[in-house]
């Protein structure tokens, strides 16, 4: 089969089939299509779908986005997991603002050199963008390449990555550069799928090498199991009479990074001792479980009151109060978030 069969053929599909009204493509700029594959990442369309769109509304173009806080980046952010890429989302948008005088750049060099961009990122933006043949490699576009070409092992192994590079880039049209790299991420999105995949239907069945030997499941070839460790936590929502709770900003890196939180310690009386407690004093809230990738949590959440008036407990700078009202508006972790709404519903 020649190379251009196969984009010939994927791209025929799409015509018909398709993915023509997401919420990047009307209208694609630079901008949103930026945003969209960094939310694409390790996330599916229909959970980025209405964060995209709430997004857009708050962050319409890069100036919004390089002014705004990061408190409000995240807030916006919250439940939609692996936090760095929106922290990386906002330093690029000042660095865009800073080094490239609010030109979003168009070439694949310039934007790799902008945190949270990788080459694959790099290359989907410029094709989807400026419309150009570029190489893709997402997970959508690996899956599809490894079955089609029978390219076994993971991959994240060096070998394997180059020959599915290999693959996509000699796959690639000479023209439509943005139909076709749509078209093969949507080709792995909706027919190609990790399980069940619609065989039958797909474009590029004829010479798919794991239809053709009923393999289909055996590519590509899963991830090492990532060992999953186990966390207990005490978290303490600490409220004073006016309703409002204390905050903690957590360090950049690590889990839930730059969002705000709870106080919390892996021990209960420590925790307690910050706050001028002892532990027996905390009322207990029913412990809840909370799945990370590499991680599961128990959250133990702990209730203390403390006097009205403002100054009774000393903040730092990376502590406030916070009242009803701005818990949303705010980076929260999502179980936070709905431990202090079940506080204030319940207690």
């Known amino acids: 089969m020649s190379n251009g069969l196969f984009s010939d053929r994927l791209l025929a599909?799409?015509?018909?089939?398709?993915?023509?009204?997401?919420?990047?493509?009307?209208?694609?700029?630079?901008?949103?299509?930026?945003?969209?594959?960094?939310?694409?990442?390790?996330?599916?369309?229909?959970?980025?779908?209405?964060?995209?769109?709430?997004?857009?509304?708050?962050?319409?173009?890069?100036q919004a986005l390089a002014i705004a806080s990061q408190d409000d980046v995240l807030s916006l952010w919250a439940g939609l997991g692996y936090y760095a890429r929106g922290r990386n989302l906002h330093k690029a948008a000042k660095l865009i603002t800073d080094q490239f005088g609010g030109e979003f750049p168009d070439s694949v060099k310039a934007l790799i050199s902008l945190p949270g961009i990788g080459e694959s990122t790099a290359n989907a933006i410029i094709s989807l963008a400026w419309d150009v043949?570029?190489?893709?490699?997402?997970?959508?576009?690996?899956?599809?390449?490894s079955r089609h070409e029978g390219i076994g092992g993971w991959a994240g192994k060096p070998a394997v990555l180059r020959a599915l590079y290999k693959a996509a880039k000699d796959y690639l049209p000479v023209l439509r550069g943005a139909d076709y790299t749509q078209a093969i991420m949507d080709l792995g999105a909706t027919i190609c799928t990790r399980s069940r995949p619609r065989c039958p239907v797909c474009p590029v069945n004829m010479d798919c090498a794991a239809f053709g030997s009923d393999t289909t499941d055996k590519f590509p070839a899963r991830r090492p199991r990532i060992k999953i460790s186990e966390k207990q936590i005490h978290m303490l929502i600490l409220s004073r009479g006016d309703g409002e709770?204390?905050?903690?900003?957590?360090?950049?890196?690590?889990?839930w990074g730059g969002l705000w939180s709870l106080p919390e310690n892996e021990d209960e009386q420590m925790?307690?001792?910050?706050?001028?407690?002892?532990?027996?004093?905390?009322?207990?809230?029913?412990?809840?479980?909370?799945?990370l990738t590499h991680m599961r949590i128990k959250i133990r959440p702990r209730i203390a009151r403390t006097d009205?008036?403002?100054?009774?407990?000393?903040?730092?700078?990376?502590?406030?109060?916070?009242?009803?009202?701005?818990?949303?508006?705010?980076?929260?972790?999502?179980?936070?978030?709905?431990l202090l709404r079940q506080h204030h519903q319940e207690y």
């Open 245 to 255: 709770v204390l905050l903690e900003k957590r360090p950049p890196a690590g889990i």
């Open 133 to 145: 043949p570029a190489t893709v490699l997402d997970g959508n576009v690996r899956r599809v390449l």
């Open 13 to 62: 599909w799409w015509d018909i089939h398709g993915r023509k009204d997401l919420p990047w493509q009307l209208p694609r700029t630079p901008y949103r299509v930026w945003v969209s594959e960094i939310m694409l990442q390790q996330t599916q369309v229909s959970t980025v779908i209405p964060y995209f769109q709430k997004f857009m509304h708050r962050f319409p173009d890069l």
């Open 308 to 338: 009205p008036k403002p100054g009774k407990i000393e903040t730092s700078p990376e502590q406030r109060w916070f009242n009803q009202d701005e818990w949303s508006h705010v980076g929260l972790p999502k179980p936070v978030l709905n």
């Open 271 to 291: 925790l307690a001792n910050r706050f001028g407690y002892e532990a027996h004093q905390f009322l207990k809230m029913p412990e809840i479980q909370h799945r």
